[in-house]
C-alpha cells in the first residue's frame, strides 16, 4: 500500500509564514498608519512605502534580519511644521536627505567602526534631542485631545465630547499596555483607536460618506519631492535620534534570535538598508521608515526568526496599499481619537530620551554636559530661530546642529558645576 507522508511540506512552510507575516502586519498597522494620520500624509502612501521599504532593506542585509520597517515617530514634528510651511513636497526632500545622512552615516561606521557614531552621537545629545521632539508636540496633543485642531485655532468638536473620546482612548492604551497579555500586549495604539472609535458613533462623530464613495482599488496618492533647502537644513538633524536608536533595535532582535546582526550582515548594512528606505518612502510622498520594536516584540512572542516572514508583511502592505476603502476609513477617525494616542505617544518619546541620558550614567552637573543638554533643551522647545536671508535654522534641526557642534568642540575633563561654585579657582 502507498505511504502518505505526513510531514510538513515546503507549502505548508510557505503558508505559516504567510500567516504569521500577516499578523506582524497588524502589529504595526496602528503606528504604522498613525504618523500620516497626524502629518496629513496619505496613510495608503505609508502602507506602500513601508513595505517597499521593508523589501530594500531585505536586499540590502541579506536577508537575514527579521525586522520590519514603518513610519518613524521621530520626525512626526518636523513633517507638520514641514507641511505647513513649504508643502508635502517640499518636506519629502528634507526626509529624503534625512535618509542620505543615514547612509553616510553607515559609510562612517564602516570605514572608522561602530564607535564612529557613539563618538558623534553620545547620549548627552540625542538624549535632550529625543526629549525635544516628544516636548514640542505636547500642546499639539492637548489642543486635538480637547478637539481642536493642532494649532488650537479651529475647533471641530464640542470639548466635552472631545474629552470623553480622547480620555476613553488614552486610558484604554494604558490598560492594554499594562495589562493585556500576550499578542494583545502588542497592539496598545491599534486597541486604544479601536475604543476611542466605537465611542464616537454613538456621539454622532464619524461621518461615513468618504468611505462610501470611495473605491475598493485605488492608485495611492504619490507625491515627488521639490528641491528645498530650507526642509533639508530643518530636517536632517532630526535624524541623529532615530539613528542611535537604529543600534538598539539591532540588538534586541539580535537577543530574541541568538545572532550577531552587528557584524552579520553588520550594522554599517542595517544602517544603510534603513536610510535607503527612507529616501525611497520619501520620494514617494510616504514618512520615513525605522525600525518597529513592537514587531520585534511579536518575534518574541511567536518564536519564528525567519525573514521571509517580514517578506509576507511587507508584501501585504504594499497590496493593501491600493485598497481605497482603506485609506478613506482611516480618514473618518475624529481629531480627539488622535489626541489621546498622542498624550502618551508624545510625553513616552519625551521619556526615552530621558531614560537614554540615565543609562548613559554620566554626571548630568558637569558643566560640559549641563551646556550641552540646556541649549539643545532650550533652543528647540524655545523655537530659537537663525535666520540670514534665505538660510534659515530653527527649532529641532537647530537644537540637533547645535548639540552636535558642541559636543564636538567643548572640552572635556571639567570638574562638576557643584565643584566648581566651591572652588573657583
Request: proline share 6%.
Amino acid at each position: 500500500m502507498p505511504r502518505h507522508d505526513s510531514s510538513p511540506t515546503a507549502y505548508d512552510f510557505r503558508i505559516k509564514d504567510s500567516l504569521i507575516g500577516a499578523q506582524m502586519l497588524f502589529v504595526a498597522f496602528g503606528a504604522l498608519v498613525l504618523v500620516p494620520l497626524l502629518t496629513g500624509l496619505d496613510p495608503n502612501v505609508a502602507l506602500f512605502t513601508a513595505g517597499a521599504g521593508t523589501l530594500l532593506f531585505q536586499v540590502v542585509t541579506k536577508r537575514m534580519v527579521p525586522i520590519f520597517l514603518a513610519s518613524s515617530f521621530a520626525f512626526i514634528a518636523p513633517i507638520m511644521y514641514g507641511v505647513q510651511t513649504w508643502g508635502i513636497p517640499g518636506t519629502m526632500c528634507g526626509l529624503a536627505a534625512a535618509g542620505l545622512f543615514y547612509v553616510l552615516l553607515s559609510l562612517g561606521i564602516k570605514y572608522f567602526g561602530s564607535g564612529f557614531l557613539h563618538r558623534l552621537l553620545p547620549p548627552v545629545v540625542v538624549g535632550p534631542v529625543i526629549m525635544v521632539i516628544g516636548l514640542v508636540l505636547a500642546p499639539v496633543a492637548v489642543h486635538m485631545a480637547l478637539g481642536k485642531t493642532g494649532d488650537g485655532a479651529m475647533v471641530l468638536v464640542p470639548e466635552g465630547r472631545a474629552l470623553i473620546v480622547s480620555m476613553v482612548t488614552l486610558v484604554t492604551t494604558i490598560l492594554v499596555s499594562l495589562l493585556a497579555r500576550g499578542f494583545m500586549r502588542l497592539i496598545p495604539i491599534l486597541a486604544g483607536i479601536a475604543a476611542g472609535y466605537a465611542v464616537c458613533i454613538p456621539l454622532g462623530l464619524i461621518d461615513w460618506s468618504p468611505v462610501y464613495s470611495a473605491a475598493w482599488f485605488a492608485m495611492p496618492a504619490f507625491v515627488m519631492p521639490e528641491w528645498n533647502l530650507h526642509a533639508i537644513l530643518f530636517i536632517v538633524p532630526v535624524a541623529i535620534a532615530p539613528a542611535i536608536e537604529h543600534f538598539g533595535d539591532v540588538l534586541a532582535i539580535g537577543h530574541v534570535t541568538g545572532k550577531d546582526y552587528m557584524k552579520n550582515p553588520g550594522i554599517h548594512r542595517t544602517m544603510m538598508g534603513d536610510g535607503l528606505a527612507t529616501s525611497m518612502a520619501s520620494m514617494l510622498g510616504g514618512p520615513p521608515n525605522t525600525t518597529y520594536s513592537e514587531v520585534t516584540g511579536a518575534v518574541t512572542l511567536t518564536r519564528v526568526f525567519n525573514p521571509a516572514i517580514m517578506t509576507w508583511a511587507a508584501l501585504f502592505a504594499i497590496v493593501l496599499a491600493f485598497v481605497g476603502k482603506i485609506g478613506a476609513i482611516l480618514q473618518t477617525i475624529p481629531v480627539p481619537v488622535m489626541g489621546g494616542i498622542m498624550l502618551l505617544l508624545f510625553g513616552a518619546i519625551t521619556v526615552v530620551g530621558l531614560n537614554s541620558l540615565v543609562k548613559a550614567g554620566e554626571d548630568l552637573t558637569k558643566a560640559r554636559n549641563m551646556s550641552i543638554i540646556a541649549l539643545i533643551l532650550v533652543f528647540g522647545i524655545g523655537g530659537m530661530s537663525f535666520d540670514t536671508g534665505e538660510f534659515a535654522l530653527r527649532g529641532i534641526g537647530l537644537a540637533g546642529i547645535v548639540g552636535v557642534a558642541l559636543n564636538l568642540v567643548l572640552p572635556r575633563g571639567e570638574c562638576s558645576a557643584s565643584q566648581e561654585t566651591k572652588d573657583p579657582s
